[in-house]
T-cell receptor, first 111, second 112 residues
Framework: GDSVTQMEGPVTLSEEAFLTINCTYTATGYPSLFWYVQYPGEGLQLLLK?????DKGSNKGFEATYRKETTSFHLEKGSVQVSDSAVYFC??????????FGKGNQVVVIP | DTAVSQTPKYLVTQMGNDKSIKCEQN?????MYWYKQDSKKFLKIMFSYNNKELIINETVPNRFSPKSPDKAHLNLHINSLELGDSAVYFC???????????FGQGTRLTVV
């Protein structure tokens, strides 16, 4: 079945540092890929998406590129702010009425 | 104007009670979901509905019964609540079974 793997453990970094969160997936066919963000006490918000190979999703300074050859969708941001502290989830959908999520990564940005 | 709204936001109840969580979406979407988020933030799909029809029931105990009176609503009823049911429950909707999902704010259920 479909599955998403995110790198283990929280990510702690200083303000203005470069952020990368790795995401790889296993899916049948050609899934759509997503990154969601969850701020404390809130629901999940769509951060960006890509629906086909080589597409780049971007929003609020975050980017991720759909790499079919490496089955990856890594999230990057060039200069993080304290307000980016949140939990980030990679997800995919193969059109089977379900969104499969990775385990999430807690990102803590220190001033 | 909230796109996906669920009530209540917090629910504290005793073991053995029955409770319901309501969800409504005003996006005109065909697909609605219930997800459970545990204390480690892991998200697991429970149910998926398309146009009021159950599509996915992900090995959820029979004590959990979803009901979709119309495609804008998907409620979750839980019988005989157990300690292990404590979690945050999220309702979500998507235009179809492949597009991005929009999530409600969550219901934090605490069973004591």
């Amino acid at each position: 079945g479909d599955s998403v793997t995110q790198m283990e453990g929280p990510v702690t970094l200083s303000e203005e540092a470069f952020l990368t969160i790795n995401c790889t997936y296993t899916a049948t066919g050609y899934p759509s890929l997503f990154w969601y963000v969850q701020y404390p006490g809130e629901g999940l918000q769509l951060l960006l998406k890509a629906t086909k190979a080589d597409d780049k999703g971007s929003n609020k300074g975050f980017e991720a590129t759909y790499r079919k050859e490496t089955t990856s969708f890594h999230l990057e941001k060039g200069s993080v702010q304290v307000s980016d502290s949140a939990v980030y989830f990679c997800a995919l959908s193969s059109g089977n009425n379900r969104l499969a999520f990775g385990k999430g990564n807690q990102v803590v940005v220190i001033p | 104007d909230t796109a996906v709204s669920q009530t209540p936001k917090y629910l504290v109840t005793q073991m053995g009670n029955d409770k319901s969580i309501k969800c409504e979406q005003n996006l005109g979407h065909d697909t609605m979901y219930w997800y459970k988020q545990d204390s480690k933030k892991f998200l697991k799909i429970m149910f998926s509905y398309n146009n009021k029809e159950l599509i996915i029931n992900e090995t959820v105990p029979n004590r959990f019964s979803p009901k979709s009176p119309d495609k804008a609503h998907l409620n979750l009823h839980i019988n005989s609540l157990e300690l292990g049911d404590s979690a945050v429950y999220f309702c979500a909707s998507s235009q179809d079974g492949r597009s991005e999902a929009f999530f409600g704010q969550g219901t934090r259920l605490t069973v004591v």
